[in-house]
């Protein structure tokens, strides 16, 4: 019988799900540190996902066992395809993830290549780069001329102790390499190789090498020589010289290691099918069979979830509709009769009705399938459980959580009367909503985010689109108090299209939902997301509501918010007047939304250094929340922050020390100790330590918000930067100077990417990180810095900001430190004239920047004396 794919298609062929594959793989993980050899392999037609699944194998490694080391190969490249290349890469591969050195490999392999190629020196562009400083650029000089071996060994005996006494632990004889051939070089490869990874790995940890598309191996080779001579050079040499290194191989065809080539493989090899059809092979079957419109097989192939009895059902479809007419795309991807029958075949009334009922859920576990079946009537045993998740069709996952086939699901609702199914929906969004009554913020557990996820696909399923929208409001608010963010803005985005296409685009309930995604953008740090989704709220609601409505004050007050963070503080300004103006005139002057705007008009005023007009703002703010909502608010605590920013900005320490321990003591007690306002709190307390020069309070401060942010909000948001900074500075500030330099530059490259190159806090970062320059004598790398500061602060801010003084203060002292008086001299004239205008003759910045002005005159004047 010829070979083809058309066996695969079989009505009776059945497919395993990779849950297999990967449980495979995490047994394998328990049981490595028992093998001295340990291979995994995974064979399956091509296409068929092997590469796909080895990604979630390193996934699994990433997350779940991040102690692991792990490398990986594709023999799709093929240049890997040959022993020597194929460790040149997967030492590029190792390097770029870790730190390992390939010492003896690296001469090995420099050896090996001049003996094949002894008319070509080694250069750049012909030869793998190995950047291994110039101690390797000598051996390379040493090779190219041909040069005698006991020059090598001169450059080992130069090299850094730590390089001279690993040669020596090794004892590599150069001598007898040098005079092999590279046929028997290429054989001690694996060897040097394994050599200098053990050393790297040591003996207790555990290290896994994935290789890809085995199968490559024998491309275009398979008619010379023996079989197994293709992969003899991994079979009998590299995994033999790499003890307790696990390997994962997928291939297209099962290795005939144990029966071919040796029986002890049979202790070290496991091999497992993957057994599922992928679309590749889905469209040659259908192309074969005739059916030529791509449109056509695409349907088709989504709709069939791989089941192939579903392929040659649409086949038969395809063949009798042409009969008659040309089939189009709208003859397909319906659920089919004979499918639903034959998923059912066999299966009684009762059994029927509950796989309707419980196509329902998404998923269910042993407690919810009874609820079910007493609930809905079944007619089926609720407690016939274990017996119901034995049919082929139901998936069972490893947390004990099960689900209908997807094709079977489709199937069952088509065939499902639309107000029972309608019902059970109701009933599963009361079952989960109540699981979201009474949420403590600070205690939200993964059940509870699982609860709310079925919760809204219940309720997109059985309310009206304006139901829809006040439900998930309210039911979401925890959620967002507690900085779930990321977890409920696709829920919005999808809330917002379904009313866009049921209610009206306009509709104030649109706005209402653009106004909430703005506040969640915004809070991610996701600026040019929620810019345009502000000002359609803000037009839909002027539109609806008037020009005067408070809804419209909350929209001018949020996206005077957002100018604000993206440093256009001229945008923001006459937004937060207009939002005050309206909140006072509708609310009352002691309502808190108009606290609110208070607090965040003083705080664009702070940030533009009018703390004149910052200070009363924060204090009538302070006023009406503690009055109104009570001394123990969040909000509260944000105002004492606020507050409290400002006193230390104004230098006046001691009244910003316990409004900041009690902003603390709130926001802890409130929300809880990993929420993001907490680390904002100890971020500016850590600060105002720093700043009294209380270094080891501010530490631990500094490193407890860096940990919170990053966890909440991820590793590039804004505020993330922002305690990189601080930490830097604090590092700086104690002298420790290699702590602090990759946190600036983290720091930097955040902002940059997140606010972009003309924000107010790359300025900052860009001050810091030239200070730091300065510090370590590297003048000529702060220079730029400075001035690209400068510029960024001058244009944004204005030429009379505080800060333009403080980066004019700046790069006049590096001028001094350089010898540059008279560059330096009218900077810090100018530095004087703006701080001292803006802050007073006797805020610490200004003397600072006027002690340094007396300094450079003294300094110039003994100059002039002398000469």
């Not at 965040?600 to 004149?612: F, I």
Request: glycine residues 6%; proline residues 5%; hydrophobic residues 35%.
């Amino acid at each position: 019988m010829p070979i083809g794919p058309t066996t695969y298609f079989g009505k009776e062929r059945v497919f395993v799900d990779r849950e297999a594959c990967i449980q495979t793989f995490r047994e394998n993980i328990q049981n490595s540190g028992n093998l001295e050899y340990n291979v995994l392999f995974y064979h399956g037609i091509a296409g068929i996902g092997k590469s796909k699944l080895q990604k979630e194998l390193q996934k699994i490694l990433d997350e779940e066992y991040p102690e692991i080391f792990w490398a990986a190969i594709d023999l799709n490249t093929k240049t890997y395809r040959e022993v020597g290349t194929f460790l040149i890469a997967l030492r590029n591969k190792i390097q770029e993830k870790y730190k390992a050195k390939f010492y003896l490999f690296n001469i090995a392999h420099a050896i090996y290549w001049k003996k094949l190629h002894p008319e070509i020196p080694l250069l750049e562009e012909n030869y793998p780069v190995i950047k291994e400083g110039k101690f390797f650029s000598k051996i390379i000089d040493v090779l190219n001329e041909f040069g005698p071996t006991r020059l090598i060994w001169d450059i080992i005996n130069n090299a850094p102790d730590n390089i001279k006494r690993y040669y020596k632990e090794q004892a590599i004889d150069i001598n007898k390499l040098v005079s092999m051939e590279a046929p028997e070089i290429e054989k001690l490869l694996p060897g040097f190789f394994a050599a200098d990874f053990t050393s790297y790995l040591g003996t207790n940890s555990k290290a896994y090498i994935f290789i890809d598309t085995y199968e490559a191996l024998w491309d275009g080779l398979r008619e010379k020589g023996g079989f197994h001579e293709k992969d003899e050079w991994i079979r009998e040499n590299l995994i033999p010289n790499m003890k307790g290194v696990s390997w994962v191989i997928c291939g297209r065809d099962e290795l005939l290691w144990v029966p071919d080539c040796d029986e002890d493989w049979k202790m070290y090899l496991e091999q497992h099918p993957v057994d599922e059809l992928p679309e590749k092979y889905c469209q040659e079957f259908l192309e074969d069979c005739g059916i030529e419109n791509k449109d056509i097989r695409n349907i088709i192939i989504k709709a069939s979830e791989g089941v192939p009895y579903y392929l040659n059902l649409s086949v038969d479809t395809y063949e009798k509709i042409r009969k008659n007419r040309q089939p189009v795309s709208e003859d397909f991807g319906k659920t089919q009769k004979e499918i639903f029958n034959t998923f059912v075949k066999y299966l009684n009334d009762n059994e029927i009705r509950a796989l309707k009922v419980l196509s329902v859920p998404n998923s269910w576990d042993r407690a919810l399938f009874e609820i079910l079946m007493k609930k809905f009537d079944s007619g089926y045993p609720a407690g016939a459980f274990s017996e119901l998740i034995k049919f082929s069709f139901i998936k069972k996952d490893t947390d004990g959580k099960c689900s209908v086939h997807q094709l079977m699901r489709k199937s069952l609702k088509e065939f499902h009367d639309p107000t029972d199914r309608k019902n059970i929906h109701k009933y599963l969004l009361d079952f989960y909503s109540k699981k979201l009554e009474n949420i403590d913020i600070k205690a939200i557990t993964p059940e509870h985010e699982t609860a709310l996820t079925e919760a809204f696909y219940h309720a997109k399923e059985s309310l009206e689109a304006e139901e829809l929208c006040e439900w998930f409001i309210s039911v979401s608010d925890p959620f967002y108090r507690a900085a779930f963010w990321q977890l409920i803005s696709p829920f919005y985005e999808e809330i917002l299209q379904i009313l866009e296409v049921n209610v009206s685009p306009e509709h104030l309930l649109v706005g209402v939902t653009l106004n909430y995604l703005g506040i969640l953008y915004t809070n991610m740090g996701e600026y040019e997301k929620a810019l345009p989704l502000y000002q359609r709220a803000l037009d839909i609601r002027e539109k609806v509501l008037g020009p005067q409505h408070p809804d419209v004050a909350t929209t001018l007050n949020n996206l005077a918010g957002l100018y604000r963070q993206m440093g256009e503080y001229e945008k923001a300004l006459p937004l937060y007047q207009r939002d005050l103006e309206i909140s006072e005139k509708v609310l009352g002057p002691q309502h808190p939304d108009v606290a609110t705007t208070l607090n965040n008009l003083a705080g664009l005023y702070r940030q533009m250094g009018e703390y004149e007009k910052a200070l009363p703002l924060y204090q009538r703010a302070l006023e009406i929340i503690e009055k109104v909502l009570g001394p123990q608010h969040p909000d509260v605590a944000t105002t004492l922050n606020n507050l409290a920013g400002l006193y230390r900005q104004m230098g006046e320490y001691e009244k910003a020390l316990p409004l900041y321990q009690r902003a603390l003591e709130i926001i802890e007690k409130v929300l809880g100790p990993q929420h993001p306002d907490v680390a904002t709190t100890l971020n500016n307390l850590a600060g105002l330590y720093e700043s009294m020069g209380e270094y080891e309070k501010a530490l631990p401060l500094y490193q407890r918000a860096l940990d919170i942010r990053e966890k909440v909000l991820g590793p590039q948001h804004p505020s993330v930067a922002t305690t990189l900074n601080n930490l830097a500075g604090l590092y700086e500030s104690m002298g420790e100077y290699e702590k602090a330099l990759p946190l600036y530059q983290r720091d930097l490259e955040i902002s940059e990417k997140v606010l972009g190159p003309q924000h107010p806090s790359v300025a900052t970062t860009l001050n810091n990180l030239a200070g730091l320059y300065e510090s370590m004598g590297e003048y000529e790398k702060a220079l730029p810095l400075y001035q690209r500061a400068l510029d960024i602060r001058e244009k944004v801010l204005g030429p009379q900001h505080p800060s333009v003084a403080t980066t004019l203060n700046n790069l006049a002292g590096l001028y001094e430190s350089m010898g540059e008086y008279e560059k330096a001299l009218p900077l810090y004239q100018r530095a004087l004239e703006i701080i001292e205008k803006k802050l007073g003759p006797k805020h610490p910045n200004t003397v600072t920047i006027k002690n340094n002005y007396n300094l450079l005159l003294s300094k110039m004047s003994e100059g002039d004396e002398e000469k």
